[in-house]
């Protein structure tokens, strides 16, 4: 019914506008960014003439920092790119690839849904050269091979998406200034943080703020603290086989996790308002007690994006930090990150195509986007001293010494638990009932 009303992505591209031909946005040459990786990159590469259409999900602010990245692609090789999206990208793509008149190249941040694409064999693979590349270059780069690593229509398994722009989940977010008057410092071991929270209480104050509500998506926050759990008690290959539902969703592994995550949660007096408050509280409100005075909470666990909802005129690094949601030393799991992000992957096997997947190998195409704003990336070959921001760099360097990568699970769940059942569950668990209870009810969910 929505192909009726949709354009193809490749349509959509091509009205975009002929080409993204504009003033580069820093002058080639000039600054502390690897323009020997753009110079090699464009001796090797002369594709004058040829044409690239890319379709993916950046749209408004996103789309005019991604297009300062194409600029530099198109200068370097000569290739015409035409970029779009849509608001319905999801549906799109589905459309234009069973119409037969998908893009050249396709950004998602589903790795679920590209895995289902490259199981109908709408998508070319990348090579073995490629995965090697990423294992080598990225931190934790076996992990994030593995992400872009699909079934094909043949059975067999292969790289078929490059991971290009990540985002952090595994942040604790607090006021420096409230910490420094407490005295208390930023914890390294996960053994740490829960004596800092048990500090806390003894000193007359409120360790976490916790906000689970969101409208209809109420309970989406507490599966990340339970997948967080799960990467901090479990080894990764653990954690895949949860998401595939290899091991129940009611195994002890995951009841554990739960639990891990009901030590903070389910205790009164270590969460602003109460247990009780933890299911109401809106989570765009729930960091806000950092922020009152005296503090209502000193810590709050949420992805990079929250700062969003501070208070108006919070300036990061100084009003706000974050840290790395610690490991426990105890348990010898290394530097584990939860997060999401974006993966490109060739829709037609083009020159251009492949031409695009390896100036992602390139650090200025990292450089050039993360040098403005909303850019993460885990290639260990950029400058970190060129972001946007204190905070992003952080962010970069704790992607970059992960030891291991994990895509958010929910996200790799089917839609039933993933965005339903898991996110019920856990409401249900912060209001009593017991951890195995709520594991039983959604592994009971589980598609069959």
Same mark, same amino acid.
């Given at each position: ?116 694409? =490259?199981?109908? !064999?709408?998508? +070319? *693979?990348?090579?073995? #050269?490629?995965?090697?590349? @990423? /294992?080598?270059?990225?931190? &934790? ?38 910490? =420094?008057?407490? !005295?208390?410092? +930023? *914890?390294?071991?996960? #053994?740490?943080?829960?004596? @800092? /929270?048990?500090?806390?209480? &003894? ?246």
């Amino acid at each position: 019914m929505k192909a009726k009303y949709l354009a193809s992505a490749a349509a959509l591209a091509l009205l975009a506008g002929p080409s993204l031909a504009q003033d580069l946005k820093f002058p080639v040459g000039e600054g502390a960014f690897n323009w020997d990786s753009y110079t090699a990159f464009d001796e090797a590469t002369n594709l004058e003439g040829q044409t690239l259409t890319i379709f993916g999900p950046w749209r408004g602010e996103d789309q005019v920092l991604v297009e300062s990245m194409l600029a530099y692609f198109e200068a370097a090789s000569g290739v015409d790119v035409s970029y779009s999206s849509s608001e319905g990208y999801e549906q799109q793509i589905i459309i234009d690839a069973e119409a037969g008149s998908p893009p050249d190249v396709a950004v998602l941040p589903q790795p679920g849904l590209i895995g289902d694409l =490259a199981a109908k !064999g709408f998508v +070319v *693979p990348l090579g073995d #050269e490629t995965k090697a590349w @990423l /294992t080598e270059n990225y931190g &934790a780069g076996a992990s994030w091979a593995a992400l872009g690593t699909y079934k094909g229509a043949d059975g067999a398994e292969a790289l078929y998406a490059f991971p290009y722009k990540a985002d952090v989940k595994s942040l604790v977010w607090y006021s420096p200034d409230n910490f =420094a008057d407490a !005295g208390y410092e +930023v *914890p390294t071991t996960m #053994e740490e943080l829960k004596a @800092l /929270t048990d500090q806390i209480v &003894a000193d007359g104050g409120t360790p976490w703020c916790i906000g689970l509500g969101s409208g209809g998506a109420t309970g989406w926050p507490a599966t990340d603290w339970v997948e967080d759990m799960m990467l901090r008690t479990q080894s990764p290959d653990v954690y895949d086989k949860w998401v595939r539902n290899e091991i129940p969703f009611n195994d002890p592994a995951v009841i554990g996790a739960i639990e891990e995550f009901g030590w903070f949660a389910r205790n009164d007096a270590y969460v602003a308002g109460g247990a009780a408050a933890v299911a109401s509280t809106d989570f765009r409100d729930s960091p806000k007690g950092l922020f009152s005075s005296p503090p209502q909470c000193y810590m709050h666990r949420q992805a990079s994006f929250i700062p969003s909802f501070f208070p108006e005129g919070t300036e990061l690094g100084t009003d706000a930090d974050f840290f790395y949601f610690p490991a426990y030393a105890e348990k010898d799991l290394g530097q584990p990150v939860l997060g999401a992000g974006t993966l490109a992957f060739m829709m037609k096997d083009t020159e251009a195509g492949r031409a695009f997947i390896e100036w992602l190998k390139t650090p200025i195409a990292h450089e050039v986007w993360m040098a403005q704003s909303g850019f993460v990336t885990p290639h260990k070959g950029v400058d970190a001293a060129l972001y946007g921001s204190d905070a992003l760099r952080k962010q970069g360097e704790i992607l970059a010494n992960a030891t291991t990568f994990r895509f958010d699970g929910s996200d790799l769940m089917p839609g039933a638990v993933g965005a339903g059942s898991f996110w019920t569950g856990m409401v249900d668990y912060t209001g009593g009932k017991s951890a195995q209870e709520v594991a039983d009810t959604i592994q009971a969910s589980w598609p069959k």
